[in-house]
């Protein structure tokens, strides 16, 4: 997914406050006819600025439209009409008017802990409804003007992802510190008015839960208001991420190993609930409370579909889902092979177990290797957030053939690692060809055992969203 900075302006005569450049023109579009290419940019739809792509399509959602398009000077310009046709535009963002910003300086938000010399983009604290809305992405809803709030059931952009954290406006209020200057409307920072407001539209929750502070019976308040929402579909409960670039932030800690297990034990009781009273279990743990723990992971059908995929929940159940194929395993390799896979702490020993049958494989030498994030800090454990220099200073050159490496640490659609590091020059510097291992275990033994390059695509992209959400909060 691309990130939107700030607005996106161009030169331009007729007083614009943003445009939307143009990517590509469709060959024999009505925009194409009208002289408009690549690099243009397009001003205005009946007469009115458009923000952001959900705008544009709207404007053409009533029929008949007019367009007008400026090139790259601003000095040239067409204006031409579409009658229930597609005008043929690809732009090179969704949100033309710049992200909407955080107006909140959470205890546990994740851009303040960023280490630095990353992009810039990583440290825009974008907290957009309207990404949440076309990307999944977590807001807090805390920005929202009475404007906003219109907009969102004019157009039922739904579902919503919801960052509630805790259903006690005090507690909420502590945790969250939303800096005044930037609320729009006070009734927005009151999380039980907004998702009563919002009521026909549907929304994904989660609680970002901290030991201490928003579990135990603050957690079950609020999960016992959350599932009384008719119009809340499911709720994620992670835990909070932390890194060791906390400066002048609050001392805050992870989960132990009994605090972990003691909250799976009260979610799983609300499951058992809740799937008896409604059908669903509702309630979501990530799956890092249960690797903490040392409890194995629920069964695939207790996550109902992986509705809350991204956010963590259900990923290492999903990628294991499918198993290995033994039936299909070779004796032996024509050609020897080392083979290193590298992955996040907290997940390596469930890889390395559900990878032990290709042991047998004669002429084929495994490792897979847990990498201390020494970007973020040792207590950050997932593979997503893994930079280049971690590879480099943790896998000796040479010392493998094939050097595999999770989706997820790649920038969308690139081979761009964390730090703007690329795979051919992790690849130069170690003397190895380096790849991603696949989106699942079947996929990754087949690229461990052929040495296919699995698909390089991640899961979503390196917005602040996804930065956060790899961690498994917002």
């Known amino acids: 997914m691309p990130v939107s900075l700030p607005p996106t ?27 408009v290419a690549a690099g243009w940019s397009l001003v205005s739809v009946n ?27 601003g000095e040239a310009s067409v204006s031409f009409d579409v009658d229930w046709e597609d005008p043929g535009l690809e732009f090179d963002e969704v949100i033309f008017d710049g992200l909407r910003l955080c107006a909140n300086k959470c205890e546990f938000c994740y851009v303040h802990q960023m280490p630095r010399g990353f992009r810039k983009s990583l440290y ?10 076309l990307y999944g992405s977590f807001v807090t809803l805390t920005n929202l003007s009475d404007e906003d709030v219109q907009r969102v059931l004019d157009e039922r952009l739904s579902p919503l992802y919801v960052s509630v954290h805790s259903a006690d406006e005090e507690l909420r209020a502590a945790m969250m510190k939303w800096l005044r ?7 927005s920072t009151r999380i039980r008015d907004m998702i009563e407001r919002l009521e026909p539209i549907d929304l994904y929750t989660q609680v970002v839960a901290q030991p ?43 989960y132990r190993r009994d605090e972990a297990a003691a909250l799976v034990t009260q979610v799983e009781d609300w499951q058992t609930r809740l799937l008896g009273e409604r059908g669903s279990r509702t309630v979501f743990l990530s799956d890092e409370f ?6 194995p992971l629920p069964r695939s059908e207790a996550y109902e579909g992986f509705e809350m ?13 499918d198993g290995l194929d033994l039936e299909t395993l070779p004796a032996a390799l024509e050609t020897p092979k080392r083979v290193l896979c590298a992955t996040g702490t907290l997940f390596a020993p469930v890889l390395r177990e559900a990878l032990e049958p290709l042991a047998a494989v004669r002429g084929l030498t495994l490792e897979v290797r847990g990498l201390v994030n020494r970007t973020f800090g040792a207590t950050t454990t997932v593979a997503g957030l893994l930079a280049g220099r971690d590879l480099l200073t943790q896998v000796r050159p040479g010392e493998a053939d094939l050097l595999l490496i999770s989706p997820s640490m790649l920038k969308y659609g690139t081979e761009l690692l964390l730090d703007d590091r690329t795979l ?23 690229v461990i055992l052929g040495g296919a390059v699995g698909d390089s695509t991640p899961q979503f992209g390196y917005s602040t969203h996804a930065v956060k959400e790899a961690a498994g909060q917002h």
């Open 9 to 35: 302006t161009a030169p331009n005569a007729f007083g614009a406050p943003y445009v939307a450049p143009i990517r590509e023109v469709a060959p024999g579009s009505p925009a194409e006819r009208a002289g």
């Open 47 to 73: 007469e009115a600025w458009i923000p952001d792509v959900l705008a544009y399509r709207r404007e053409l959602g009533a029929g008949r439209a007019t367009l007008l398009a400026c090139d790259p000077t």
């Open 124 to 133: 825009v604290m974008d907290d957009d409804f309207r990404t949440s809305f």
């Open 181 to 187: 200057p930037k609320v729009k409307d006070p009734r």
């Open 212 to 254: 201490g502070r928003n579990d135990g019976e603050a957690l079950d308040a609020t999960l016992a208001y959350l599932v009384s929402r008719p119009n809340v579909l499911a709720v994620a409960v992670v835990p909070v991420g932390l890194t060791e670039h906390r400066r002048n932030l609050p001392d805050l800690r992870g």
């Open 290 to 295: 249960y690797l903490v723990a040392g409890l």
């Open 309 to 321: 995929l991204e956010n963590g929940v259900g990923m290492v159940r999903d990628f294991l889902a």
């Open 424 to 446: 051919s020059e992790v690849s130069a510097e170690l003397g190895m060809e380096v790849a991603v291992g696949g989106g699942d275990l079947r996929e990754l033994s087949l």
